[in-house]
Structure formats: C-alpha cells, structure tokens
C-alpha cells in the first residue's frame, strides 16, 4: 500500500499542472457548494429564529391595567392558537432597549421608561393564525398598535427554497465538472503511462496493483481540493462575521456552532473523496478495462 | 512445458503462423530462429498469452492459454520470467526497483525481496549499478538488468525475444551465457533469435520458423540462413 500511495505522488509530482487543474476545479466546487450550504442554513436558522419569536406584537395604550392584560391574555389562550404569550412591561422595555443601545449613551440618556410602551408579545402554533390574532389584539381597547412579522417570515421562506435549489442545482453541476475534469486527468495518465502499464501486465501485475495509484491519486485530488475548499470557506466566514454580526443584530447566528462547521467540513471532505474516487475509478474502467 | 498443437493465428488478412506443433519439454533450451516476420514473435507473444491462437491449442504450464480467466492471467504471467529486445525497464524506476517488481506484484515480503534481487544482481554482475536508473546504463547492462528481472521470480519458464537484438558481439555473448547458466539452474529457456553465431555455437534444439510455418526442428541444430 505504502508503495502505491509512493507511485501516486510520484504522479502528480511529475505532472504538477494537471494536478493543479484538478485540484482546483475541486476547490472551487467545493467552495462554492460550502457557501451555499452556509447560506442555506444560515437562512434556514434566521427563518427558525423568526418563527419561535413572538410573531405578533400589541403594544398598549398608557394606563393599560395589569387586569385587562391578564384578560387579553386569558381571551387569546382560549382560541387554541397560541404558542407562547409574554407580557414586556415599560420596565422591561427599557431594560431591552438599554441593552440593545448600550454602546450609545446619547440614546440612553433621552429615554425613560414611560415614553415605551408596554407590549404582549404572542406567537403562534401556525403561521396561518397569526392574521387571525392580530385581529383579536386590534379589536381591543387597550391595544394601541398591532404589528406582525408574516411577510418577513413568508419571504424569507421564500428566499430559502430558491436558495436551497440553486445551491443544490449549482452543487450538482459543479460536481458533475469535477468528475469530468479528474476523469479526463486521470485518462491522459493512464494514456501517457500506457507503454509502463503495459510492462506491468506483463511482470503479472494484477489489475488492482496497477489501478490502485491511479485511483490514490483521485482520492488525493479531491481530498486536497475539499481541504482548500473547508480553508476557503472558513476564511470566509471569518473575514465577513463582523459585517454579519452587525447586519443580523439580535439573531443569534454566530459565534457559528462548532459542532456545525465540523460536520460541514467533514461533508466537504467525504463529498472530495468520493469524487475523485469515481472520477478516477472511471477512468481506470473506462482506459485500463 | 509448452506444447503448441497445430497452431494458426491470423491477423486481418495476415496469416502469422500456420497449423504449426511443437512440446518443450522441461530444462530445455530452445531456440526459436528464422527471418523477420516468419512468426517468433507470434510464438513468444502466444505464450505470454498477449495474444490467442486463431486456431489449435496452445500450453504452456500444463495451462491452455484460451481457457485462463481474465483474473488468472496476472498469475500465469507471474510464472514466467521475460526479456525483451528493447528491455522494457521502467524508465523512472532503479535497476534494485525494476527488479523487485515481479516480486512486489507476487506480494513477497519486502526484506525477502530484497535480499532475491540482490542475489539475482549479484548474479547477472550489476550488484555495483543497482541504484542507477535504466538512461544511466548501457545496452549491455540494461539487458542484464531486464535478465534479473526476468528471473528473480525463479519462473520455471524464461521467454526472450531477441535478446541480443540491440547488443554488441561480446555483450550478445554475455547474456547468452548468463541464459545458459540460467538453464542449467533448472529454468526452460526458449529464446527467439536471428543470431547466426550463438545459434551455431551453443549446440541446442533449433526450431527454425519460415512465413508461419516451422521447416526445421533439430535437437543440435544449426542456424540456416534463407
């Protein structure tokens, strides 16, 4: 074994612009499948996020009674629909919104907690119910304002399938171009080394002796090529966190789950090895058959 | 060893050899003479079995080459040790490295290995060259290492198609007498040839081919030039 992965490096050693091509072509999948796939889940998690916070706001009037809260809670909770019910009182209010503005001591000092309203916030079992809510909250006295997220939730939901079949559209092609391009490397190899492989054959060399580097050099291509691809993309998720962090204020997307960016790159790397595994278990078929 | 029984092969148009028979028994030392084109190569490529007869059987250990699977060729060709006119050394390996390739390929344990092949070095006298590639040695010394090659699997069977084909008169003799010596250990020798020379001087049986067909098979036999 130790021999056959010494002949495939000596391979890709002596034809280093082959190796380069294929190795880039599959870092370059690769990375482009590891940003969609982040994007994908990214939005996936946005889209989660969205859905479990509270999906109709009502904010009250001043002067709103703790009782007629209790009682509009009391009303909603009989319809069924509700998920989750919170009240935020002027205090609480404040409290969130000192967190939220507390590198601006300008905005700090302006506010008190009387000028913020109280508010219930309520989500829902079902997307579907949400209209039906806001409407009970409007109706009611108290209530000053009704705000809900639907739109955003439903575009974004949006966003997310066509985000999810470009990707994977993109995934496939891309893949497809790998495949083809290893194929064709490992094919002119094997045409370049007809005349050894024919010595080969005829010391008694069994199939698996000669294909076997062939098939390690795949292999390399495209774990090479993954690991690039697993580098690239962290850079690249390194590099625009802080814009990230910043644009998604209040969504706890990042720090990026560990677990998560582990089984994403290990994916990667399954996903090269496989590929360049069939790429050159191709070729050998198809020029050493 | 070998036995050939009534052995045609066509390619396209071209009849390479015709109805011929021979055996080769075990020890022998045969050779196989006549012009270009008059089918040695055929023959040689017969018992590797690069290729297969149009017609007739063809054995060779005791195994009609027809009836071999696919799977079991690398196996048969392991039993047979080869030398070719141009050599066909692998260029980017050392002579210890293209020696050891028979064994590496039968799977033997490295340190053994090792040790064969520079028993066989030492044998066919390049012991001293063994870390040379195959462009840093001469003629000579190149089918000397193709000969360790050839028989550091100990075949019981060594085929050479024209050997001395590429080599000078004194080197031509040189390998011939390591082919000798070779024999003697025990391995049938069937060595294709169109020199006149070592035919006439070594005094073995001589299967003389013409246009496909073998006109002459004599136990000492003589090179008869057409």
């Known amino acids: 074994m130790k021999n056959h992965f010494k002949v495939a490096w000596q391979h890709i050693r002596r034809t280093p612009y082959q190796a380069l091509a294929a190795i880039l072509v599959t870092t370059l999948t690769f990375t482009i499948g590891a940003v969609f796939l982040l994007l994908v889940f990214g939005s996936q998690a946005i889209l989660n996020w969205f859905e479990t916070r509270p999906q109709v706001t009502a904010f009250f009037k001043d002067g709103t009674k703790i009782e007629q809260v209790e009682a509009l809670k009391s009303q909603l909770n009989q319809t069924g629909k509700i998920a989750q019910i919170k009240y935020v009182s002027k205090e609480e209010a404040l409290a969130i919104y000192r967190e939220q503005n507390k590198n601006d001591p300008l905005l700090l000092e302006m506010v008190t907690a009387n000028i913020l309203p109280a508010s219930l916030e309520v989500s829902t079992t079902n997307l579907e119910y949400l209209e039906n ?30 985000l999810r079949r470009i990707g994977f559209g993109l995934m496939i092609a891309l893949g497809i171009i790998s495949l083809s391009v290893i194929l064709v490397i490992i094919g002119m190899k ?12 005829l010391v008694g060399a069994p199939s698996s002796y000669i294909r076997l580097p062939f098939l390690i050099e795949g ?18 998720l390194l590099y625009s966190t802080p814009f990230l962090i910043s644009f998604l204020a209040g969504i706890p997307l990042f720090p990026v789950n560990p677990v998560f960016l582990l089984s994403l790159f290990g994916g990667l790397i399954a996903g090269g090895i496989i590929i360049g595994a069939l790429g050159s278990l191709l070729a050998t078929k198809r020029y050493l058959g | 060893m070998i036995k050939f029984d009534k052995v045609s092969k066509k390619f396209g148009e071209i009849i390479a050899l015709s109805d011929i028979s021979f055996e080769v028994e075990p020890g022998e030392f045969v050779f196989i003479t006549g012009p270009s084109g008059a089918g040695k190569t055929t023959i040689v490529k017969l018992i590797l079995a690069e290729i297969f007869p149009s017609q007739g059987k063809v054995y060779v250990l005791n195994e009609n080459i027809k009836e ?21 050394l692998l260029t980017d390996r050392t002579i210890f490295e293209n020696t050891l390739l028979p064994l590496e390929v039968m799977g033997k344990k490295r340190l053994d290995a090792e040790k064969q092949v520079k028993e066989v070095l030492s044998l066919v006298g390049l012991e001293e060259r063994m870390n040379l590639f195959p462009a840093q040695l001469a003629g000579g010394e190149l089918q000397r290492a193709c000969l360790a090659r050839a028989i550091v699997g100990q075949p019981k069977l060594l085929v050479a198609d024209e050997p001395t084909g590429n080599l000078d008169p004194s080197t031509s003799w040189q390998i011939v007498k390591l082919l000798k010596k070779i024999n003697k250990l025990g391995t049938t020798v069937l060595m294709a040839t169109h020199n006149m020379d070592i035919v006439d001087s070594l005094k073995e049986r001589v299967i003389k081919m013409e246009k496909g067909k073998i006109v002459k098979d004599e136990k000492e036999g003589k090179y008869e030039p057409i």
């Open chain 1, 133 to 162: 809510v806001a409407e009970i909250l409007k109706n009611n006295e108290q209530v000053e304002e009704v705000i809900f997220q639907k739109d955003v939730i439903s575009s974004l939901s949006n966003w997310t399938r066509s």
């Open chain 1, 219 to 236: 292999v390399i291509y495209g774990l090479i090529g993954s690991l690039g691809a697993c580098l690239l993309s962290y850079l690249l």
């Open chain 1, 190 to 201: 094997i045409a370049l080394r007809r005349e050894e492989i024919d010595i080969l054959k």
């Open chain 2, 68 to 88: 071999i699977k696919a799977g079991k060729l690398p196996f048969f060709r392991q039993k047979i040790g080869v030398v070719f006119q141009d050599f066909k």
